[in-house]
């Protein structure tokens, strides 16, 4: 167990759809990272808050958008959904986002319909 | 363009011996370097890091070797265990990603008893 939360573990929708992911850090972690995991594909980095804050943007699609709230918990929020969504989403932790070992949570698996 | 590679997406080996996952990188302003294990239905989890200042770095069964002229690292596994089949992957941080990190695709390692 990492400490690193995240809910719900299974979501299922439809194309056009919006869903919301949600993330718990590790308690003391203020870095929050999102990754997006397709089939048979490595981790695609999509974006990194630090304390609330936006600090880097990968690959993230202009239709998905994420915040980190006061308690650093994060949000990652998928509209429009496409088919091609369907994949499984990381929320990574770290103390400060400097280099430093992030903390992977269990993921939430998204199947678009 | 694939920035972290791990051209083999599958390695077999049996129980007791060495198991060598290789990485190669194309960005020479990387400058640290980290594994994951990830098991099926969980978040990937930390296992050796190591930066450029350094060639090897050990930990316990594990050792990671950087060379950095050749742009490519290995991870070490002696002696290799059942519970060691997992996918590996190589992620790299540093240049214009800063500390956010780039990963491969992953190797399936497969120990076999």
């Known amino acids: 167990d990492s400490g690193v939360t995240q809910t719900p573990k299974h979501l299922i929708t439809a194309t056009g759809q919006r869903v919301t992911l949600r993330c718990s850090p590790r308690?003391?972690?203020?870095?929050v990272y999102w990754y997006q995991q397709s089939l048979d594909q490595g981790l695609q980095f999509l974006i990194h808050?630090?304390?609330?804050?936006?600090?880097a943007k990968g690959n993230i699609l202009e239709r998905f958008s994420a915040q980190q709230f006061p308690d650093l918990h994060s949000e990652l929020n998928l509209s429009s959904l496409e088919l091609g969504d369907s994949a499984l989403y990381f929320c990574?932790?770290?103390?400060?986002?400097?280099?430093?070992?992030?903390?992977f949570g269990p993921g939430t698996r998204l199947t678009v319909l | 363009d694939q920035q972290v590679k791990q051209n083999s997406p599958s390695l077999s080996v049996q129980e007791g011996r060495i198991s060598i996952l290789n990485c190669d990188y194309t960005?020479?302003?990387?400058?640290?370097f980290l594994w994951y294990k990830k098991y099926p239905a969980e978040g990937p989890t930390f296992l050796i890091s190591?930066?450029?200042?350094?060639d090897k770095n050990e930990d316990g069964r594990f050792t990671v070797f950087l060379n950095k002229s050749a742009k490519h690292l290995s991870l070490h596994i002696v002696p290799s265990q059942p519970g060691d089949s997992a996918v590996y992957f190589c992620?790299?941080?540093?240049?214009?990603?800063?500390?956010?990190?780039?990963f491969g695709p992953g190797t399936r390692l497969s120990v076999l008893p």
């Open positions: 190591i930066s450029s200042i350094k």
């Open positions: 992620a790299a941080s540093g240049g214009n990603y800063g500390q956010n990190f780039v």
């Open positions: 808050y630090y304390n609330g804050e936006e600090r």
């Open positions: 990574a932790s770290s103390v400060d986002g400097d280099t430093d070992t992030q903390y």
């Open positions: 308690s003391g972690d203020l870095s």
């Open positions: 960005n020479s302003m990387f400058d640290y």
